[in-house]
């Protein structure tokens, strides 16, 4: 296992702990380098950072930025940037501001079906207002019995084709990349597997990607099994991308994973996080990858 977890969220977006919790969580699992990727939004990584600080883990800052790219929605995580920049946080507060419409038309379309009330449910689950999220929208209707759990949820409800999903225009893959990078960050590309595209739309992602700056992409995700990590390796291989990990942990019992450990890397890949922790201060069965 790999002690590096480089996507996290905290109740300042959509998960439900508070950013030191979940900080200690991934420390008490063996973690030595840890980013606080919340959806949009930094307002946690002071925090986060300074519970690292006390526990003597390494913590780099980290987001997590949605983006539109044709029909599809990407995610895209900034690692190790600055905080402050502002351009990134100007960039970051657009993103935002349409959440609170977004929610709005979920509720709406939700309501068309029977199931009312879901816009005040998701609130009572948000603790960032900025942020009301599909997630928020889940856990209420697993609170009142819609749905028996998370999974159920983004199988009956909020995804494309079923009700409650709204179109909604977020960053442009450009624009996401150019906000990381320009404040001294790392582009990665997150959960790529989550994306329902073809082969040869994932090679033009890919491509493109690659050609506005991006550098690494996920290759062990909570939310990959292990042909994926091994698909997206061979990936990273031949796109020349170093190679990211992290649970994407939201809550307990809502992922695959808690925070803090990760499987390894397929052999040969360029680990993302020898920017931070060289390979000579990790154990040797991790530091090649």
């Not at 883990?57 to 900034?78: A, C, T």
Request: net charge negative; aromatic share 6%; with cysteine.
């Amino acid at each position: 296992m790999t002690p590096v977890d480089l996507h996290c969220h905290s109740n300042h977006s959509d998960g439900l702990l508070p950013a030191r919790d979940v900080v200690r969580k991934a420390f008490d699992r063996g973690c030595q380098l840890f980013a606080l990727t919340d959806h949009d939004e930094t307002r946690g990584l002071a925090e986060a950072e300074d519970e690292a600080r006390q526990l003597g883990m390494k913590f780099i800052n980290g987001v997590e930025i949605s983006v539109s790219w044709g029909k599809h929605i990407l995610h895209i995580v900034g690692l190790g940037f600055d905080r402050h920049n502002e351009a990134l946080l100007a960039g970051l507060a657009s993103v935002r501001s349409g959440r609170g419409e977004r929610a709005e038309r979920m509720a709406a379309e939700l309501d068309k079906v029977g199931i009312h009330g879901t816009l005040e449910g998701a609130r009572q689950y948000a603790d960032n207002p900025e942020i009301l999220s599909r997630a928020h929208f889940a856990r209420h209707l697993v609170k009142t019995g819609v749905c028996k759990d998370m999974g159920s949820v983004f199988k009956r409800y909020l995804v494309r084709g079923k009700p409650g999903f709204v179109e909604h225009e977020w960053a442009r893959l450009h624009e996401a990349i150019e906000w990381i990078t320009g404040a001294g960050g790392v582009a990665v590309l997150a959960h790529p597997a989550r994306y329902e595209m073809g082969n040869e739309t994932l090679r033009v992602l890919l491509t493109e990607y690659k050609r506005l700056g991006g550098e690494a992409i996920e290759v062990v995700s909570g939310c990959h099994g292990i042909p994926d990590a091994a698909r997206f390796g061979r990936l990273a291989q031949e796109f020349g991308f170093l190679a990211s990990c992290g649970t994407d942990y939201h809550a307990t019992g809502e992922g695959a994973r808690e925070p803090g450990l990760n499987p390894d890397l397929p052999m040969d890949c360029q680990p993302v996080w020898h920017r931070w922790l060289p390979p000579e201060t990790m154990p040797s069965s991790i530091s090649a990858g």
